[in-house]
């Protein structure tokens, strides 16, 4: 019989049963959408697993301007949240 094995985050490895776990519908499928709740939550998960992660009123900030981002006049304004341009931290990540 063969063994199924799963590779995760990190090269972490475990054992899988082929009906252990199993999802119909993957995240994004019509028939499981992925909501912009998802979205940033996975956004917010991600940024708080950086290797030097941004402060949270800068993250917060980013994401209420994405969600009404048709009445941003200027989108060079996200940049200082996301660390400034070209990877440069913004002064408040600074301190």
Request: contains cysteine.
């Amino acid at each position: 019989m063969t063994s199924l094995v799963a590779r995760i985050f990190e090269g972490t490895e475990r054992p899988v049963s082929p009906n252990s776990g199993w999802e119909e519908y993957v995240k994004g499928d019509p028939r499981d959408p992925f909501t912009l709740e998802d979205c940033v939550a996975r956004f917010l998960a991600w940024a708080a697993a950086a290797a030097r992660p941004l402060p949270a009123a800068d993250l917060e900030r980013f994401v209420a301007l994405v969600e009404r981002l048709e009445d941003v006049k200027d989108v060079a304004t996200l940049m200082p949240l996301l660390g400034g341009a070209a990877g440069v931290p913004s002064e408040e990540s600074r301190r």
